[in-house]
């Protein structure tokens, strides 16, 4: 049973990718900046289930790069409030690349998210003050492996919680109190 929560969690993974509801594609990314949690709302752009692997997409400018350039140690936050299901993951920032060609295949509103003329988070008079640059862009994809995930289903007779960690490139799992 063990096993099967976490492949159960991969499938919920790759399902997220395609299916525009599921509750798993958007997930909470947490960064530490000088010894600060900082967490915000991302989206989950692909999943590798055998590198354990998540990617998202990202404008270069923004805060989190920064602290991901000191440090690269991440927490990942799953909900599902349907089925009450949570998974936590530690993970290492272990790919920060900037590429044209993957830029290029999203669609034009999409594009823009990341051709901002100033840096987000920037202070700016109104909303229709944002203004755009027209060739340059700022897109940047993130890969976060995971060393370490925390399964937690709320049920009734009893709650399922299990931890499992990647140990010498297994992933070794056991149950925990709730
Ligand atoms: C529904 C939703 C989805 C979002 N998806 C992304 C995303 O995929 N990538 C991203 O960089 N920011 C995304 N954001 C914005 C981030 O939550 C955050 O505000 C922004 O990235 C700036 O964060 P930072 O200053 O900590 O870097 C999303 C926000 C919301 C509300």
Redesign the pocket.
Known sequence: MLNALLDRCKEEWQLALTQRKHPYR?FV?G?VANSRP????????DFNSDSMEFT????AR??????LNKNETVEILFYNPEKLTQVRVQAQCVLKVEDDILFNEQALASQK?YTTNLA??SPIDSVSSVSFLNEEHHFLKLVFQATQVEYLELKRPVHIRALFKKEKERWIGEFSTP
């Open positions: 958007f990314l960064t900082e967490l915000r709302t991302v989206v989950l752009r998202i997409f990202t404008d923004s805060s989190k790069v920064s602290s998210d987000p988070g």
